[in-house]
């Protein structure tokens, strides 16, 4: 595990074609480590087929809604939380806390 | 006019036809046998949300059985005789006087279908989708749910392998309930978040 609870990161900004776990609307978003999920097998092989192996570290990722849309509806204590692999996160500073 | 209708004189959509043409080349081929098919049907329809409900009214008046539901989901689903055996995570989060959760899955339509068996139509819309994580709180309007003023809304996107439903708050005046009648107050919908169980006498 590279990342613990509390930690700051950034959901990747990559491109990858095909079958990922990674909703566009993370991308290049900063968030904290809210818990560590465990490992599971890569989504991103099992859907061709292979056997995701070895197993991926999976996060629970916090954001706050606003740092999520520019004009959001609601207060500002407004959460998201998503399951991410860890090769999707970087450190990362910036949003709030 | 007939031209527009989606469905063809047999009544079957031409999704339906497509996995029925999939599911017979399946059999032909000996990849999957007709009573695996059958054993699928049958786990599926054995699940609904009832088994949410006795899980969530169980939890209303056990503090135990709350704690471990929160910490051990399956372990809990096992315990009311739930068979709650899925490749995925099972996890239920819980409403209180200052969050209120609600469940989406913008890539797809993950749902704790070993729980509760297969998502509701618009569960599975672009439309949920798409404003469950941009706009919660208009979307649970629509479903005429607002939260009380001060409660946070904590949107939970299923994205990986873990599968989510909400343990809502007992509602007010229910307290001389017994486990039976409480269940009957939990909705499909308040599992997801999209409202809440509610009680006329409250």
């Keep these: 595990m590279t990342f613990e609870p509390g930690d700051r990161v950034r959901v990747l900004p990559a491109e990858k074609p095909g079958h990922v776990r990674t909703p566009g609307y993370l991308k290049g978003k900063a968030g904290w480590v809210e818990s560590v999920l465990g490992e599971f097998p890569n989504p991103e092989e099992l859907a061709y087929g292979f056997s995701g192996l070895p197993e991926r570290p999976l996060y629970k990722i916090g954001f706050r809604q606003t740092d999520l849309w520019e004009d959001y509806e609601g207060p500002a204590d407004d959460c998201l939380y998503a399951d991410v692999y860890e090769h999707w996160l970087e450190p990362g500073e910036g949003g709030s806390t | ?202």
């Design chain 2, 1 to 202: 006019m007939s031209d527009h209708h989606p469905h063809d004189e047999s009544g079957t959509s031409p999704y339906a036809a497509r996995i029925r043409a999939i599911e017979a080349l399946l059999l032909e081929k000996g990849v999957l046998t007709e009573p695996e098919v059958q054993d699928r049907i049958s786990y599926m329809e054995a699940r609904s949300p009832a088994n949410g409900a006795k899980l969530v009214a169980r939890a209303w008046v056990d503090e135990d059985f709350k704690e471990l539901l929160l910490s051990d989901a399956k372990a809990a689903a096992s315990e009311l005789g739930i068979d709650p055996e899925h490749p995925a995570e099972f996890v239920v989060v819980e409403n209180t006087p200052e969050v209120h959760n609600l469940i989406v899955c913008t890539l797809c339509s993950c749902y704790p279908r070993a729980i509760l068996g297969r998502p509701p139509d618009w569960y599975k819309s672009f439309n949920y989708r798409s404003r469950a994580v941009r706009e919660p709180r208009t979307v649970m309007r629509e479903f005429g749910f607002e939260p009380p003023e001060g409660v946070e809304v904590l949107v939970h996107d299923s994205t990986a392998d873990v599968r989510y439903m909400v343990l809502p708050m007992r509602p007010p005046g229910t307290e001389e309930m017994d486990e039976g009648v409480l269940a009957a107050l939990v909705t499909r919908d308040s599992l997801v978040g999209v409202s809440v169980p509610r009680y006329a006498g409250s």
